[in-house]
């Protein structure tokens, strides 16, 4: 199989470690600010920031529609914070004319954890992941309120005011944490969010190889 190419939207946020936490899992790495651009990927990553000023530069850059269609047509995505909040279907305590990307049978909260300095650091189990817990950084973090039938919870805040919130989420090839992996050293989500991309590339070489069987 041919080494997955991993797109990181890079309008704002952690994008250079991001980019690095994908190399270091054999990813070819790189960023996407255009559509064509995003078309040359197998998997991107939506990064940390501030989510309204994001999906308001996607929609500038002519990016907002494009990675819609692409997550609509299976395209594996992570989202990690304000990633998280764009990949939902739902948000609480949004602009009214917040944007985002959809695809994740999710309702979010923005901010639900308070404000810049109610940031907080916790060590968190996340099923799918070996090697004891997950040391997770929250910054303005969102969680999901919400997550319907065909979502999978990864991961919950344990103990504290949050205790048992959702914060780490899978959906098929979309995946979404509240906290900001790539800050830690830490590559174990982005050596899950990798194999899902493998998969997903394997899954097209299995169905293009079927389709060449049957052709006249």
């Not at 990864?154 to 944490?177: F, H, K, S, W, Y």
Request: with cysteine; hydrophobic share 45%; aromatic share 4%.
């Amino acid at each position: 199989m041919r080494t997955p190419h991993v797109g990181v939207l890079a309008l704002q946020g952690d994008v250079r470690e991001h980019l690095a936490a994908l190399q270091a899992q054999g990813a070819e790495a790189t960023t996407v600010r255009r559509p064509e651009e995003l078309e040359a990927v197998d998997g991107l990553v939506l990064p940390g920031g501030e989510s309204t000023t994001i999906a308001k530069l996607a929609d500038r850059f002519g990016l907002l529609d494009p990675l819609r269609k692409a997550v609509a047509n299976g395209l594996p995505v992570y989202g990690s914070c304000a990633g998280m909040i764009l990949l939902a279907d739902r948000l609480l305590d949004a602009p009214p004319d917040q944007e985002t990307i959809g695809g994740l049978d999710v309702t979010v909260r923005r901010n639900a954890f308070g404000r810049q300095v109610d940031s907080f650091e916790a060590d968190l189990s996340l099923e799918g992941l070996d090697g004891g817990p997950v040391h997770a950084v929250f910054i303005r973090a969102p969680w999901v309120e919400e997550a319907g039938e065909a979502v999978q919870v990864l991961g919950r805040v344990v103990g504290g005011p949050a205790d048992g919130r959702i914060v780490a989420v899978r959906q098929g090839n979309l995946v979404a944490t509240s906290f900001h992996p790539e800050l830690t050293g830490d590559r174990r989500v982005h050596a899950l969010f990798v194999d899902v991309v493998r998969a997903h590339l394997a899954g097209e070489a299995g169905a293009d190889a079927g389709n060449e069987e049957v052709a006249p």
